[in-house]
């Protein structure tokens, strides 16, 4: 079986890394200006005693004016770190931090890590339920058993907020929701398969209790330690949590439980599972080997004696890997935006449901690129999502949120399920809002959408995608033999997606022809010519359908540059009377949304041309919900410095005070006074009441450039080019680009 290559690094590595820059993974940052006296006057005394009194009079209130709703302690006694050990509270520090910087990274919950240096359970206790107030959720971690089983039970009886030790709890979603799908490719059912979990600390007692939560009979299940079988009458290194869990059985070690079972959970150590145990256990049996960092028996020694068997470690370079990423982040995200009091069986359950659904669903680019490339499908190696599958928050925490709001520990109900997974969405990719406005816009006005390149894998899955998604028709040119190769590969054997053959479209594609001959038998081209062009080139074909009214709109662009794209395109289609071909791109960084352009069209615009960039510019600003305020852009500010090249923006300006537009715009300026209102400031004169959000470049060099240089750099999310001022409506993906984008690109198109 192959593996997937694991990162490796040296200590000094390690250390140099969390030593490096400003020492540790965290930092605190404002979310409010502190720039002015005012502002401070707002933020401290006297302005802050303002929700200090609505606190005081509705404590609720905390989570309207405080980070109390976003914030999660994560708090360690150092007991149990990792596969460490009893190493101190401080020695825990790292990985609480590191902790807190996953909280952030995957679910945009702002955390921090409190190491309580104390081993006595009363007085942890003690130190975490006074600091209650401070916070919307309680991570527990790294804390021995049983100590962690009297700590979590007794925070959440006196706490009325999340407690969660996620050990115990984070293990037992994430290996249930691989369960469910082994399950499912197995055609069992959890009430009649027989269990055996060996590990009887935090993780294997709560991976325990789950199952029987979901329906496992108490009865079909077998709890093991070091000792042997957790059986009924035994009382060596018992103690009440082990008791729970006690069985009539006959077996008294853990190859005597394996016998016939069905499900092995491991949580133990390394080796202590044989081959020979495995030979024993029922057809197909379930291995989940989760011991750190050497699982109970490799997945190589499994399948070296069991074909038929599904495995499933903690390790990364493996298959089915069960790792907690996969859970609190999301957890908590949804619990935290409903107010939850607690997170019950209930959350927990829908958690798992949740993930061992999205492990069914064809998996988005950035899942495969986890894998190297490998795109992952639905099976026997792929029944647990990815930590990187962009898709989990929102699937999720929207579960978790509903399953709080279904069993009444809700402070707070959604007003709209489906706003809410994605404002989810938008979290952690700030154009998510944006394009699921779009998409909601077109869902309602489904299109027709040719993609010219539908013989191209991520195509076709993006394809897919769009009409799966209730978008439109999806269209694909290509042979119809490789096309629906791909498509079964991509298990949407039922996706019913129409297909167009160019080679064998001579008698059906005769109107195209034709068209195409009046529009070009006067600039050289003869009837063969045209004949070959639309037979042979999707670009043209697909641009075909378009001019016929076969098709609404069209994607292309993923096999060839831009300009070529935009070049066969412009074969068939026109740009409308007074309009001019355009690429703009939409940048979101800080919370501000901007559109530039010329981005892929004009090399060297001229005055006329730049007016009629920004004119366009700024109807899809428009066209997307947000009022233009139009600068156009120059390495001066209102005729300082002195610059050849800005003669054409002033006189870009001129053309625009003639036309009698209806949009704000001004010039000529530099970015950095175009997009800072106190520098604005110092030019009174200026026409725009704002910050600029619409953008025109000088040049397509500086367009390039400019936009290429933040999406390199980082920080920002970025949409575009998009192509607007053609008769259809087209759009031209990257070049190679991600079945993510093309499916963007689709809907873009569809608007």
């Known amino acids: 079986m192959p593996t997937i290559k694991r990162p490796s690094f040296t200590q000094e590595e390690a250390l140099a890394f969390h030593a490096g820059g400003k020492p540790g993974k965290l930092e605190i940052n404002p979310t409010k200006p502190m720039a002015t006296q005012r502002d401070l006057s707002l933020a401290y005394s006297p302005g802050v005693a303002v929700p200090v009194r609505a606190i005081a009079e509705r404590p609720d209130a905390a989570y309207d004016y405080t980070a109390k709703g976003n914030l999660v302690a994560v708090i360690s006694n150092g007991t149990a770190i990792l596969g460490l050990g009893d190493l101190g509270a401080l020695a825990s520090k790292p990985v609480m931090e590191g902790k807190a910087v996953l909280f952030k990274r995957f679910a945009d919950v702002d955390s921090i890590d409190l190491e309580v240096d104390t081993k006595d359970i009363e007085e942890f206790i003690g130190a975490v339920r006074y600091l209650g107030p401070t916070f919307g959720g309680i991570n527990l971690e790294d804390i021995k058993a049983p100590d962690c089983f009297v700590i979590e039970e007794r925070l959440r009886e006196l706490m009325d907020i999340p407690v969660f030790h996620d050990d115990q709890h984070g293990t037992a979603i994430i290996s249930s929701a691989g369960i469910i799908n082994a399950l499912h490719l197995t055609n069992r059912k959890i009430s009649d398969i027989k269990v055996v979990v060996n590990g009887a600390g935090a993780a294997g007692i709560a991976c325990l209790e789950l199952l029987k939560s979901m329906g496992l009979p108490n009865g079909n299940a077998i709890l093991c330690d070091s000792k042997g079988v957790v059986y009924r009458g035994r009382t060596d290194g018992m103690n009440q949590w082990k008791s729970a869990h006690a069985v009539e059985t006959k077996a008294r070690s853990l190859a005597d439980a394996l016998v016939d079972c069905d499900v092995f959970l491991g949580l133990s150590v390394k080796g202590a599972v044989t081959k020979e145990m495995v030979k024993t256990m029922a057809k197909a049996p379930i291995i989940f080997a989760m011991a750190n960092p050497d699982p109970e028996i490799t997945p190589e020694d499994v399948h070296a004696v069991r074909a038929d ?25 949804g619990a935290l935006d409903v107010r939850a009091r607690t997170i019950n069986e209930a959350m927990k359950i829908a958690a798992a449901e949740a993930l061992a659904e999205l492990a069914r669903e064809d998996v988005p680019d950035e899942v495969a690129q986890a894998y190297l490339g490998a795109r992952p499908v639905y099976g026997r190696d792929y029944i647990i999502p990815v930590p990187f599958d962009p898709r989990l928050i929102s699937r999720v925490s929207s579960a978790v949120a509903e399953a709080a709001i279904r069993t009444g520990v809700a402070r707070r109900e959604l007003k709209d399920a489906d706003a809410y997974r994605d404002q989810l969405s938008a979290r952690l990719d700030p154009s998510a809002g944006l394009f699921q406005r779009i998409t909601a816009s077109v869902r309602a006005n489904p299109k027709r959408v040719v993609f010219a390149e539908g013989e191209e894998e991520s195509v076709i899955r993006a394809a897919v995608a769009f009409q799966n998604s209730g978008l439109g028709k999806a269209i694909l040119v290509g042979r119809e033999e490789i096309i629906k190769n791909h498509i079964s590969k991509a298990g949407a054997d039922d996706a019913n997606l129409e297909i167009r053959e160019t080679h064998t479209a001579r008698a059906t594609a005769a109107h195209y022809i034709d068209t195409l001959f009046k529009r070009l038998q006067r600039r050289g081209a003869l009837y063969r010519d045209c004949v070959r062009m639309v037979i042979n080139d999707r670009n043209i074909y697909a641009a075909s359908m378009l001019m016929a009214g076969d098709a609404d709109a069209m994607v292309t662009g993923v096999t060839r540059s831009y300009s070529q794209a935009l070049s066969d395109v412009r074969t068939v289609l026109d740009p409308p009377r007074g309009e001019r071909p355009i690429g703009v791109n939409v940048i979101f960084a800080r919370g501000r949304v901007v559109f530039v352009g010329d981005t892929s069209v004009h090399e060297m615009p001229t005055s006329e041309e730049l007016a009629d960039i920004a004119i ?39 053309i625009l005070d003639k036309r009698g537009v209806n949009f704000e715009y001004d010039g000529e300026v530099a970015v950095d006074v175009a997009l800072d209102r106190e520098k604005m400031a110092l ?42 001022g053609l008769e259809k409506s087209v759009q031209i993906a990257p070049l190679n680009a991600k079945m993510s984008e093309i499916y963007n690109s689709a809907v873009i198109a569809a608007l």
Do not use: W
């Open 683 to 724: 030019y009174p004169f200026c026409r725009l009441t704002d910050t600029a959000n619409v953008l025109i470049m000088p040049a397509i060099h500086s367009a390039s450039i400019s936009t290429k240089l933040l999406q390199q750099v980082g920080g920002v999310s970025m949409l575009g080019p998009l192509l607007v």
């Open 309 to 333: 068997a599904i495995v499933a470690t903690g390790r990364s370079d493996y298959p089915n890997q069960v790792n907690n990423v996969l859970g609190f982040p999301y957890i908590f995200r």
């Open 616 to 654: 366009q510019a700024a109807a899809v600003a428009k066209r997307f919900g947000y009022t233009p305020r139009v600068a156009m852009l120059a390495s001066s500010t209102f005729g300082f410095p002195r610059s050849e090249r800005s003669e054409r923006i002033v006189e870009a300006v001129n």
